[in-house]
């Protein structure tokens, strides 16, 4: 099993430094035609809540790009800021196909349900969090398509089985979080394929033997 007391100062260390990886380039929000379906795509999510009122600024008064914690760059969305919304419901799959995403933060919300591997469609996301929500079923191995991807943060629901080695693809990753799970196994020594990591965070979950050799390094703790 990992030293308990080297995963709570990584716990620490990155709840505390979040901020310094937000997605490298998230474009101002500035209105554009709807030509490929975006608006489609957003109201596709909102109505597939649990009460779709909650994102009442989601409405045909507004254009889809000025509606509350959506940034677009010439039409297209590149970013949903939507943590501690009290957003309840499965994440619906149109989320997925708003393929110009950089970032996605979804935190503190209560979204259920398994997730997808149709995430793997959102080829230039940087910045992932859904932390804190009430996901379950297994970590799709399709994250580990998101080659850009630097933040994955996942902490704080009920997603069991392993870690899959898929993980390891991601060589631009440089925050990990999963804690507070129903993670099992041993972790993948494929992890450490992800070269450029500086924070993680496994606490809370079922997992047992050592940390790959190559996390223990220092780019795991500044």
Not at 90 to 119: C, K, T, W, Y
Not at 178 to 188: M, Q, W
Request: net charge negative; with cysteine; charged share 15%.
């Amino acid at each position: 099993m990992a030293d308990p007391n080297l995963l709570l100062h990584l716990f620490l260390v990155a709840t505390t430094l979040f901020p310094l990886f937000g997605p490298s380039s998230v474009a101002l929000s500035t209105p554009g035609d709807d030509q490929v379906g975006e608006r489609s795509h957003l109201l596709d999510f909102k109505h597939s809540l649990d009460d779709p009122e909650m994102l009442a600024s989601w409405n045909d008064d507004i254009h889809y790009c000025e509606w509350d914690g959506v940034l677009c760059q010439d039409g297209v969305v590149v970013s949903l800021s939507l943590s501690g919304q009290s957003l309840k419901g499965p994440l619906s799959r149109s989320l997925f196909a708003l393929s110009g995403l950089v970032s996605a933060d979804l935190s503190f919300n209560s979204f259920s349900g398994e997730l997808s591997g149709e995430v793997s469609n959102l080829r230039n996301l940087n910045v992932l969090s859904l932390s804190n929500n009430g996901r379950s079923g297994e970590l799709p191995a399709r994250l580990g398509e998101l080659a850009g991807l630097e933040t994955l943060k996942l902490g704080f629901n009920s997603f069991v089985g392993r870690v899959p080695p898929e993980l390891g693809m991601l060589n631009r990753l440089q925050m990990l979080e999963l804690s507070s799970n129903a993670l099992v196994g041993e972790l993948p020594s494929e992890l450490s394929g992800m070269s450029r990591l500086r924070f993680l965070d496994f606490a809370n979950n079922l997992l047992s033997g050592p940390l790959p050799g190559s996390m223990l390094l220092t780019r795991c703790i500044k």
